[in-house]
Nanobody, 118 residues
Framework: QVQLVESGGGLVQPGGSLSLSCAAS????????MGWYRQAPGKERELVAT??????NYGDSVKGRFTISSDNAKNTVYLQMNSLKPEDTAVYYC?????????????WGQGTQVTVSS
């Protein structure tokens, strides 16, 4: 079974920074795509940042402020979040996708809460 474990969430003031980690139970290279999504109360889940289809993608609302990276030896994906805004407040979920032919296995972490408030 694939497991994804997020950490690093917490409370931060506007303009501050946080770094999130997603530790996977197997090699990052075994996944077709990995990345981060977030969901705020009453809002739809939205893309934050992913490695997918051979490229890096960022949601428009975080581009220029957030950076996705990885440490392959540690099977870990990171999300560095800078210049945080109150509207960044959400539960952040790590995601990994594995394709088998036309079938998709979609894995999610438990989520980590990020709250941006003064």
């Amino acid at each position: 079974q694939v497991q994804l474990v997020e950490s690093g969430g917490g409370l931060v003031q506007p303009g501050g920074s946080l770094s999130l980690s997603c530790a996977a139970s197997r090699s990052i290279f075994s996944f077709n795509a990995m990345g981060w999504y977030r969901q705020a109360p009453g809002k739809e889940r939205e893309l934050v940042a992913t490695f997918t289809r051979g490229t890096t993608n960022y949601g428009d609302s975080v581009k220029g402020r957030f950076t996705i990276s990885s440490d392959n030896a540690k099977n870990t994906v990171y999300l560095q979040m800078n210049s945080l805004k109150p509207e960044d407040t959400a539960v952040y979920y790590c995601n990994a996708k594995m394709y088998y032919g036309l079938d998709l296995n979609d894995y999610w972490g438990q989520g980590t809460q990020v709250t941006v408030s003064s």
